[in-house]
């Protein structure tokens, strides 16, 4: 689980810079620097700062690193996100979009999938035998079937699952994604390799599929909003063009 402490302590290490040599960069001492990152001294807000700069990290490296410094956000049950989203009468916005040729799918911030209109729930063969989220799903092998660019975005997958688990951490269903996850030696890989973080995608990066009943391949933009404003349901589409991905084997 994304921590802290440990974050940091990755960070100075894979730059191969001792104590020594990172403390002036963020501004402290190197015995401040050992307190804090064997865990007995928590820093300021200055000095979270001070380890942005110091360790040059890009805009979704340093959200990521305040919100570990930050205490964790509480997820709000499954059955209470779906009973808010039938009492606002919401789930009608997934007929809308099926008769527009639209893939819809509400999802908490975990991606797990709270409720889809059909062309969704076919777009994602096994999607309840992988837990539920599409974070877990992109890691299990029905997605190797209908993902034609799996092995490209499967790190993009990876940096979303690290944001996404530093914000939540100590939420019992974060740790069981995570156990999800932890299934898959692929996965388990690129947590390893990289410090990739990321929160959401460009509409213009597509995703390349496979019809899973047909098998004809077609491109997805796709668009995600917080649609009640309050960070736990958000409305995900996926508006079909021709495809345009890697060429089909």
């Known amino acids: 689980m994304p921590d802290f402490f440990e974050w940091i302590w990755e960070l100075r290490t894979r730059q191969d810079l001792s104590r020594d040599k990172a403390a002036p960069l963020i501004g402290i001492s190197a015995s401040y620097l050992t307190q804090i990152e064997t865990k007995r001294y928590p820093p300021e807000r200055e000095v979270v700062d001070g380890l942005i700069i110091g360790y040059e990290l ?26 808010r989203l039938i009492t606002s009468g919401q789930l009608e916005l997934l007929d809308y979009h099926e008769h527009n040729d639209v893939l819809a799918v509400y999802i908490d911030y975990t991606w797990h999938v709270l409720a889809a209109n059909p062309s969704a729930v076919r777009a994602f063969p096994g999607l309840n035998a992988a837990g539920g989220s599409i974070l877990s799903w992109y890691f299990h092998p029905a997605a190797r079937d ?4 799996w092995e490209r975005g499967a790190p993009h997958i990876v940096a979303t ?8 951490r100590n939420s019992p269903r974060a740790l069981q994604l995570l156990e999800q996850l932890r ?3 692929e996965f388990n890989q690129l947590w390893r390799d990289n410090i990739d973080i ?6 213009t990066d597509l995703f390349h599929w496979r019809d899973p009943t047909t098998g004809e391949p077609f491109s997805l933009a796709v668009q995600t909003s917080d649609h009640f404003g309050t960070q736990d349901i958000f409305l995900s589409c996926g508006f079909r063009r021709p495809y345009s991905g890697p060429p089909i084997q």
């Open 198 to 203: 990321a929160y959401g995608r460009a509409p």
């Open 161 to 168: 699952t690290k944001a996404v688990l530093g914000r939540h």
């Open 146 to 149: 209908v993902i034609v660019d």
């Open 58 to 83: 890009n805009d979704m490296q340093a959200r990521h690193l305040y919100e570990l410094w930050e205490p964790p956000v509480d997820l709000a049950p499954l059955d209470e996100l779906r009973a």
């Open 183 to 185: 299934k898959s030696s």
